[in-house]
C-alpha cells in the first residue's frame, strides 16, 4: 500500500501538534461508503476501537460533535437527554461539511472550521488506544483516549446502541 504524500498535514494533524499530542498515522485505502469496518479490517483492527466523528445537531438547529465506536450506533434519543436537548440528529452531509470543514469520510473533532461542543461515548474512554479521523479520507491516527477529554473537552456520555 503506497502512503499518500504530506498525509500528516491536515488541520487535525496540527491541532494535535500545537496541543502536544503524541500520535501515530495510520494511512488506508478509502472505500466510499466503507465506514469504519473497511478501515478497521485494512488496519487489523477491532471495529470497536475505531471511533466514528459524527456531526449532529440539536433541535435548535445547533451543531455539535457525537464520538462512538465504529461498530455501535448513536441513541439520539439517549444522547439528547444526556445533553439537556429535546431531539438530535445527523446533519445533512453539506451542513456537517460547512461547520467541520472536513468531507463526509474525512472528519476529525480536531481542528474544526467551528467550535462545536464535542460529546464522546463514555465506554471509549476505557479503550488502551483508539484510531479516529486524522482529517482526511483514508487517514486514521491512533491516540490515547484520555486526548478526547483533556486535550479537546469533550463530555463524556452513554448514548450506545450496539449495531
Given at each position: ?5 504530506h ?44 471511533v ?28 439528547a437527554r444526556a ?81
Amino acid at each position: 500500500m503506497k502512503k499518500p504524500a504530506h498525509v500528516s498535514e491536515t488541520p487535525a494533524t496540527q491541532w494535535l501538534r500545537h496541543a502536544g499530542v503524541s500520535f501515530s498515522e495510520h494511512p488506508y485505502d478509502y472505500v466510499e461508503h466503507g465506514g469504519t469496518a473497511e478501515s478497521a479490517r485494512q488496519l487489523g483492527v477491532s471495529e470497536h476501537q475505531v471511533v466514528k466523528t459524527l456531526v449532529m445537531q440539536d433541535d435548535k438547529a445547533q451543531p455539535l460533535i457525537v464520538l462512538m465506536h465504529g461498530d455501535c450506533q448513536v441513541s439520539t434519543k439517549n444522547l439528547a437527554r444526556a445533553i439537556g436537548a429535546k431531539a438530535v440528529e445527523p446533519c445533512k452531509p453539506e451542513v456537517a461539511q460547512r461547520h467541520s470543514g472536513y468531507l463526509i469520510g474525512g472528519t476529525s473533532p480536531f481542528g474544526t472550521r467551528k467550535v462545536m461542543p464535542v460529546y464522546v461515548e463514555a465506554t471509549v474512554l476505557a479503550l488502551p488506544r483508539i484510531l479516529i479521523n486524522g482529517g482526511r479520507r483514508g487517514y486514521l491516527v491512533s491516540l490515547l483516549p484520555a486526548v478526547l477529554t483533556e486535550a479537546l473537552g469533550a463530555r463524556p456520555v452513554n448514548c450506545a446502541l450496539a449495531a
